[in-house]
């Protein structure tokens, strides 16, 4: 049951970022440029999509990581009482569920994003873009 909670989460937020792409392309080209990045960062409501794009996959990349991910290996009968994160994930590459290069690629993307700072423009476009995509 609490399987199905946080799956329907993690799609929910999904949706929301299908959303966000959407109202992004009706007004600029994809991929995103650092200029369009910037011109977005200036403007309140586009700030705030993008902040929301961060904040969503955030939460994502979060709570598939420290509770779903646990919750399907507990729903298929394999125990994490006492397991580090880095034996989670190898059960979870084992049951073919993700790939820990794939889940690592995700790590980059998500603290890119949790400690960007403005300067870094190329690396937040560089984020941003993956997560669209």
């Not at 700072?117 to 993956?130: K, V």
Request: with cysteine.
């Amino acid at each position: 049951m609490r399987c199905e909670f946080l799956i329907d989460f993690v799609n929910n937020s999904l949706k929301d970022l299908k959303k966000y792409k959407e109202k992004i392309e009706n007004e600029f080209n994809m991929p995103l440029s650092e200029d369009d990045i910037s011109d977005m960062l200036e403007d309140e409501i586009y700030k705030a999509i993008l902040d929301s794009i961060s904040y969503r996959f955030l939460k994502i990349q979060s709570t598939i990581g420290e509770k779903l991910f646990k919750e399907v290996l507990e729903e298929i009968g394999i125990s994490t009482l006492n397991k580090s994160f880095v034996e989670i994930l190898g059960e979870i590459e084992r049951e073919g569920i993700v790939s820990v290069d794939e889940w690592k690629e995700l790590r980059v993307i998500r603290n890119s994003l949790s400690h960007n700072y403005p300067e870094e423009l190329a690396e937040i476009t560089l984020a941003i873009n993956e997560i669209l995509n």
